[in-house]
C-alpha cells in the first residue's frame, strides 16, 4: 500500500518559518504532481502549493513570495518551506501524490494523514 507520511508541523509565531517534508513509500511506479492542500477549521481545503514531475510549481495566491515547493524525485519526496508565516496560515497541511502504482499501473491520488500548523499572533 502506498503512505505519504508527513513530518514538520507546529507551533510557530508570526514571522517564523517551518518546513514541512512528505515522503511517499513502496509500490510506486512513477509520480506525476505531489503538492500540499491545507484546512483550517471551518473551511473547505485548498491547495497551497503543487509541484510537477520536471518541477513547474503553482501556488495559492495566499502564499506567493512566503512558501516555496520542492521535491527530491529519487526520494519521492516533497517539501515546502513556510516563511514570514501568518495567523491565517493556521491549518491542517495535507500531502498529495498523484502516482502511477507499481503493481496496478494505476493513477491515483494519494494523502498523507494531515500536519498541523498553528501560527500564534
Known amino acids: 500500500q502506498v503512505q505519504l507520511v508527513e513530518s514538520g508541523g507546529g507551533l510557530v509565531q508570526a514571522g517564523g518559518s517551518l518546513r514541512l517534508s512528505c515522503a511517499a513509500s513502496?509500490?510506486?511506479?512513477?509520480?506525476?504532481?505531489m503538492g500540499w492542500h491545507r484546512q483550517a477549521p471551518g473551511k473547505q481545503r485548498e491547495l497551497v502549493a503543487s509541484?510537477?514531475?520536471?518541477?513547474?510549481?503553482n501556488y495559492a495566491d495566499s502564499v506567493k513570495g512566503r512558501f516555496t515547493i520542492s521535491r527530491d524525485n529519487a526520494e519521492n519526496t516533497v517539501y515546502l518551506q513556510m516563511n514570514s508565516l501568518k495567523p491565517e496560515d493556521t491549518a491542517v497541511y495535507y500531502c498529495?501524490?498523484?502516482?502511477?502504482?507499481?503493481?496496478?499501473?494505476?493513477?491515483?491520488?494519494?494523502w498523507g494523514q494531515g500536519t498541523q500548523v498553528t501560527v500564534s499572533s
Open positions: 498529495n501524490a498523484n502516482l502511477v502504482h507499481l503493481l496496478t499501473r494505476r493513477r491515483q491520488d494519494y
Open positions: 513502496t509500490r510506486i511506479f512513477s509520480i506525476n504532481t
Open positions: 509541484v510537477t514531475s520536471g518541477g513547474s510549481t
